[in-house]
């Protein structure tokens, strides 16, 4: 449905300022909430429940028969002074207020009271019941006690470049605990406990020889340990003795890399609150190092990719076992660490370490240490006085359903927000802090701590949502309001089992409610849009603001809201009916203000070039085309390729379109020359046809859509055809060529082989034994051999029988000039 463009704007504008006054005036997360705009959201709301929910502002009456013939129960649900002016008592309104109850509510210790246990804050624990949307401000009062106990962890870093900090740390363990005794004004106040810490004891961190695990000192004389990642040394404890004792006994150690592994080491003293010590006191803890610190993801330089798990992992000799399986904690894991374990780090850093820390960790203070650490016990004295007088109120994390902002009694704390802020507080000086708590939605029980950064002291807070109606109804079942099919709840009937409507008149059968009541909505949208009840899955609709009727299935329509022009309905020359107006015969437009006329719309024989439609004597272009006579089209390409296979047919009379050419191609007009002719409105084409050839021609759009002049060049560029001469001459001459190509190599590979036999026959040679001397007396041996055999031949030819014989014993030893001698011949008969 439609509506006048200004009704609209006043509609939305509405719409807008009655959301913004119900949320009031939040600027993002945390902002606090006013309720200056007294404005109830409107909607479909029929309970009390839903109607309370939809905003702070938001009551509900439950007054029988408040409701008129026709109207839906929504109308219960609005602002108390509309609902007064339209008769409902302030007895049945229904409009829940927030409840807040202190539970605990210890008073503040006095200065002069000199309690072992100071309350610091009050009221200690608080439950509210919250309605959502409606802010509750808790009144969070704190006053620092005097004489407060205080624990001093002191951390080190024993790599070798800390030498000289050791030997002067090793006698303050007095010094430190007199100056706490100072803050705290008594003895006993005051504890000391110490740690060390070093790196991962792996490369590239440490040098992992062995040697050098066992003395990774450069200097031979000194005394020295092996590297270690963090070792608790000595708990908290009140006697400086023992610590001097036990910090006499540690020696330096040493790695390879510049930063050092003091965060592995914080991490160990926030998440070992037992093994440490720490009591119902302020916590300090003191890091004195002169490097900076190795974070998380440069484990992975050492394969270590687990990150750190932000638990305590201390053996029975004290030592962090996981150091070289987890990685460095990051400075944000460090900074909740320390704030969920009340611990405010001091750091006691060189000059290049200084400028960062403070940055990275709140609630910190950082002092440049002296080159042998002997102003370390004025750096705590001074960071300790810095730290007590800024008090910073915040709060546990919290679910997205709650949000929580502060303001103070202090100068600059009028502005809200995330944190309460109170600088320069001093001992015995009570601040407030107004911490508001708001509930976005309906939630279950959640509880959180509220309370100042580096106290152990905290606010407990237990927060519930309102969104129940508390009507007081008569538990009377079968009320006759209810046609007795029911009860009355906050002034509406609750129809039993199979019954439903307003008054219970309706029996279901055998749909439930909810199939009925979406039957009364239009694309899932509000019930009978909003203008009538819905009866059985029947939208009966109710009465306009002008005395009519809306209807249609969902009563979607009404004739009082369609497009006025001079304050006339449909301009005075139509009727409006459902949202728009049927205009008089000789009138057109949406609010029927011009009379019919195409007289500047025509060109030529047609209207608007045959791309649009003329109203109000002025075309109305589709497609993309520009008025005033859609003439033109910037968007649209000219469609060579969808008109190629009609020009091939009516051009050359080929290609797919052969059989059907008339048909298939009715409004385009082809004109085949020898020549092409350009013209300013003719574009140029070229498609591949049927047979791949080329195909030129220019279109030129005419009237209408989908209309074309097209001229065709007679000659079409086709391809030369293949030479088959060339293709099986080059077929034959790289088969030829890749013969000889595999002889050359069958020839290659036989001269490489018989080059190899000659080179292993000449090597054979040259390992021979032979020398000239042993060829010349082998040669004279045969000779006399030969002469010998002869005359035997002859001296034995009467007897007919010749036996040579090579003695058995040189059968089987090499015929050399040595052998050749006992060769002897006889002559047998």
Same mark, same amino acid.
């Given at each position: 449905?439609?509506?006048?463009?200004?009704?609209?704007?006043?509609?939305?504008?509405?719409?807008?300022?009655?959301?913004?006054?119900?949320?009031?005036?939040?600027?993002?997360?945390?902002?606090?909430?006013?309720?200056?705009?007294?404005?109830?959201?409107?909607?479909?709301?029929?309970?009390? @429940?839903?109607?309370?929910?939809?905003?702070?502002?938001?009551? #509900?009456?439950?007054?029988?028969?408040?409701?008129?013939?026709?109207?839906?129960?929504?109308?219960?649900?609005?602002?108390?002074?509309?609902?007064?002016?339209?008769?409902?008592?302030?007895?049945?309104?229904?409009?829940?207020?927030?409840?807040?109850?202190?539970?605990?509510?210890?008073?503040?210790?006095?200065?002069?009271?000199?309690?072992?246990?100071?309350?610091?804050?009050?009221?200690?624990?608080?439950?509210?019941?919250?309605?959502?949307?409606?802010?509750?401000?808790?009144?969070?009062?704190?006053?620092?006690?005097?004489?407060?106990?205080?624990?001093?962890?002191?951390?080190?870093?024993?790599?070798?470049?800390?030498?000289?900090d050791l030997e002067r740390v090793k006698s303050l363990g007095s010094e430190i605990v007199r100056v706490l005794q100072e803050?705290?004004?008594?003895?006993?106040?005051?504890?000391?406990?110490?740690?060390?810490?070093?790196?991962?004891?792996?490369?590239?961190f440490t040098n992992t020889n062995k040697e050098k695990l066992k003395w990774p000192c450069q200097d031979q004389n000194v005394?020295?340990?092996?590297?270690?990642?963090?070792?608790?040394?000595?708990?908290?404890?009140?006697?400086?003795?023992?610590?001097?004792?036990?910090?006499?006994?540690?020696?330096?150690?040493?790695?390879?890399?510049?930063?050092?592994?003091?965060?592995?080491?914080?991490?160990?003293?926030?998440?070992?609150?037992?093994?440490?010590? #720490?009591?119902?006191?302020?916590?300090?803890?003191?890091? @004195?190092?002169?490097?900076?610190?190795?974070?998380?993801?440069?484990?992975?330089?050492?394969?270590i990719l687990d990150p750190n798990d932000e638990k305590c992992h201390l053996d029975r000799e004290n030592l962090y076992t996981?150091?070289?399986?987890?990685?460095?904690?990051?400075?944000?894991?460090?900074?909740?660490?320390?704030?969920?374990?009340?611990?405010?780090?001091?750091?006691?850093?060189?000059?290049?370490?200084?400028?960062?820390?403070?940055?990275?960790?709140?609630? =910190?203070?950082?002092?440049?240490?002296?080159?042998?650490?002997?102003?370390?016990?004025?750096?705590?004295?001074?960071?300790?006085?810095?730290?007590?007088?800024?008090?910073?109120?915040?709060?546990?994390?919290?679910?997205?359903?709650?949000?929580?902002?502060?303001? =103070?009694?202090?100068?600059?704390?009028?502005?809200?927000?995330?944190?309460?802020?109170?600088?320069?507080?001093?001992?015995?000086?009570?601040?407030?802090?107004?911490?508001?708590?708001?509930?976005?939605?309906?939630?279950?029980?959640?509880?959180?701590?509220?309370?100042?950064?580096?106290?152990?002291?905290?606010?407990?807070?237990?927060?519930?949502?309102?969104?129940?109606?508390?009507?007081?109804?008569?538990?009377?079942?079968?009320?006759?309001?209810?046609?007795?099919?029911?009860?009355?709840?906050?002034?509406?009937?609750?129809?039993?089992?199979?019954?439903?409507?307003?008054?219970?008149?309706?029996?279901?059968?055998?749909?439930?409610?909810?199939?009925?009541?979406?039957?009364?909505?239009?694309?899932?949208?509000?019930?009978?849009?909003?203008?009538?009840?819905?009866?059985?899955?029947?939208?009966?609709?109710?009465?306009?603001?002008?005395?009519?009727?809306?209807?249609?299935?969902?009563?979607?329509?009404?004739?009082?809201?369609?497009?006025?022009?001079?304050?006339?309905?449909?301009?005075?020359?139509?009727?409006?009916?459902?949202?728009?107006?049927?205009?008089?015969?000789?009138?057109?437009?949406?609010?029927?203000?011009?009379?019919?006329?195409?007289?500047?719309?025509?060109?030529?024989?047609?209207?608007?070039?045959?791309?649009?439609?003329?109203?109000?004597?002025?075309?109305?272009?589709?497609?993309?085309?520009?008025?005033?006579?859609?003439?033109?089209?910037?968007?649209?390409?000219?469609?060579?390729?969808?008109?190629?296979?009609?020009?091939?047919?009516?051009?050359?009379?080929?290609?797919?379109?052969?059989?059907?050419?008339?048909?298939?191609?009715?409004?385009?007009?082809?004109?085949?020359?020898?020549?092409?002719?350009?013209?300013?409105?003719?574009?140029?084409?070229?498609?591949?046809?049927?047979?791949?050839?080329?195909?030129?021609?220019?279109?030129?759009?005419?009237?209408?859509?989908?209309?074309?002049?097209?001229?065709?060049?007679?000659?079409?560029?086709?391809?030369?055809?293949?030479?088959?001469?060339?293709?099986?001459?080059?077929?034959?001459?790289?088969?030829?060529?890749?013969?000889?190509?595999?002889?050359?190599?069958?020839?290659?590979?036989?001269?490489?082989?018989?080059?190899?036999? #000659?080179?292993?026959?000449?090597?054979?040679?040259?390992?021979?034994?032979?020398?000239?001397?042993?060829?010349?007396?082998?040669?004279?041996?045969?000779?006399?051999?030969?002469? =010998?055999?002869?005359?035997?031949?002859?001296?034995?030819?009467?007897?007919?029988?010749?036996?040579?014989?090579?003695?058995?014993?040189?059968?089987?030893?090499?015929?050399?000039?040595?052998?050749?001698? =006992?060769?002897?011949?006889?002559?047998?008969?």
């Amino acid at each position: 449905m439609k509506y006048c463009p200004l009704l609209l704007t006043i509609t939305l504008v509405e719409q807008w300022a009655a959301m913004t006054a119900a949320r009031g005036a939040m600027c993002g997360d945390g902002a606090l909430l006013t309720n200056s705009g007294k404005v109830c959201s409107k909607g479909a709301f029929n309970s009390c @429940a839903e109607c309370i929910v939809s905003g702070p502002n938001c009551a #509900w009456c439950k007054k029988l028969n408040f409701t008129k013939t026709g109207e839906q129960e929504a109308v219960r649900c609005d602002t108390q002074e509309n609902l007064k002016t339209r008769g409902c008592s302030e007895t049945e309104i229904i409009s829940p207020k927030n409840i807040q109850q202190a539970t605990q509510k210890k008073p503040l210790t006095s200065s002069s009271s000199g309690s072992s246990d100071p309350v610091q804050i009050m009221p200690q624990e608080v439950k509210l019941e919250l309605r959502p949307d409606m802010p509750e401000t808790i009144e969070l009062k704190f006053k620092r006690a005097e004489g407060y106990p205080v624990d001093l962890y002191y951390l080190m870093d024993l790599s070798y470049s800390m030498r000289d900090d050791l030997e002067r740390v090793k006698s303050l363990g007095s010094e430190i605990v007199r100056v706490l005794q100072e803050i705290t004004g008594g003895k006993g106040k005051a504890r000391i406990g110490f740690g060390s810490f070093v790196d991962k004891t792996v490369l590239p961190f440490t040098n992992t020889n062995k040697e050098k695990l066992k003395w990774p000192c450069q200097d031979q004389n000194v005394q020295c340990q092996p590297p270690f990642g963090y070792k608790h040394v000595l708990s908290l404890t009140s006697e400086h003795q023992k610590f001097n004792d036990m910090v006499s006994k540690q020696f330096i150690s040493g790695n390879l890399d510049s930063p050092e592994g003091g965060l592995d080491a914080m991490m160990q003293v926030s998440a070992c609150e037992g093994r440490i010590g #720490w009591g119902n006191s302020t916590r300090l803890l003191v890091l @004195a190092t002169d490097d900076g610190f190795h974070m998380a993801g440069d484990g992975k330089l050492a394969a270590i990719l687990d990150p750190n798990d932000e638990k305590c992992h201390l053996d029975r000799e004290n030592l962090y076992t996981k150091s070289n399986l987890l990685d460095y904690p990051s400075v944000g894991q460090l900074a909740m660490m320390l704030d969920k374990s009340n611990i405010q780090p001091i750091f006691a850093v060189t000059e290049n370490v200084k400028s960062e820390l403070q940055k990275m960790i709140p609630k =910190s203070a950082v002092g440049v240490l002296s080159g042998n650490s002997d102003n370390v016990v004025k750096l705590i004295k001074d960071a300790y006085s810095s730290l007590s007088s800024s008090v910073i109120v915040t709060h546990d994390t919290l679910p997205d359903t709650l949000s929580v902002a502060y303001k =103070s009694n202090c100068p600059g704390g009028d502005k809200p927000g995330e944190e309460g802020i109170c600088d320069k507080v001093g001992i015995g000086q009570e601040v407030t802090f107004y911490v508001q708590v708001t509930a976005k939605e309906c939630i279950k029980p959640v509880s959180f701590n509220v309370g100042p950064r580096g106290f152990t002291e905290k606010m407990r807070v237990t927060v519930t949502t309102r969104c129940e109606c508390e009507c007081d109804d008569p538990p009377m079942k079968d009320n006759p309001h209810c046609n007795g099919k029911g009860q009355v709840k906050c002034g509406t009937c609750s129809c039993e089992e199979g019954y439903l409507g307003q008054r219970c008149k309706c029996s279901a059968g055998q749909r439930d409610e909810e199939q009925l009541r979406r039957e009364c909505r239009k694309d899932n949208g509000t019930e009978c849009e909003g203008r009538g009840d819905c009866v059985c899955g029947v939208c009966q609709c109710h009465e306009t603001e002008g005395g009519k009727t809306y209807y249609g299935t969902h009563c979607e329509c009404d004739d009082e809201h369609c497009h006025k022009y001079k304050s006339l309905l449909c301009g005075g020359n139509g009727r409006c009916r459902c949202g728009k107006c049927e205009c008089n015969p000789e009138y057109e437009g949406n609010a029927c203000h011009c009379k019919k006329s195409n007289e500047q719309c025509k060109t030529g024989q047609t209207v608007c070039n045959g791309r649009g439609t003329c109203q109000c004597d002025q075309c109305q272009c589709s497609r993309g085309y520009k008025e005033p006579m859609c003439l033109t089209c910037p968007g649209c390409t000219v469609p060579c390729q969808k008109f190629g296979n009609c020009i091939e047919c009516l051009a050359f009379a080929e290609g797919p379109f052969q059989k059907n050419c008339s048909q298939a191609c009715p409004t385009t007009k082809v004109k085949v020359v020898d020549r092409l002719t350009l013209s300013t409105e003719a574009k140029k084409c070229e498609v591949k046809d049927s047979k791949n050839c080329w195909m030129d021609f220019t279109m030129e759009e005419l009237q209408g859509f989908d209309n074309y002049s097209v001229e065709v060049l007679r000659e079409q560029r086709c391809p030369e055809p293949p030479n088959i001469v060339a293709i099986v001459a080059g077929s034959v001459a790289g088969v030829a060529l890749i013969g000889l190509l595999i002889l050359l190599i069958i020839k290659a590979l036989i001269y490489i082989k018989d080059a190899k036999e #000659w080179k292993n026959f000449q090597n054979e040679k040259k390992k021979s034994k032979w020398t000239n001397y042993d060829f010349l007396c082998l040669y004279a041996s045969l000779i006399f051999s030969f002469i =010998s055999v002869f005359r035997l031949t002859i001296r034995c030819s009467k007897k007919r029988l010749l036996r040579w014989r090579i003695p058995h014993s040189l059968e089987s030893e090499p015929r050399s000039r040595h052998s050749m001698k =006992s060769l002897t011949y006889t002559c047998h008969f």
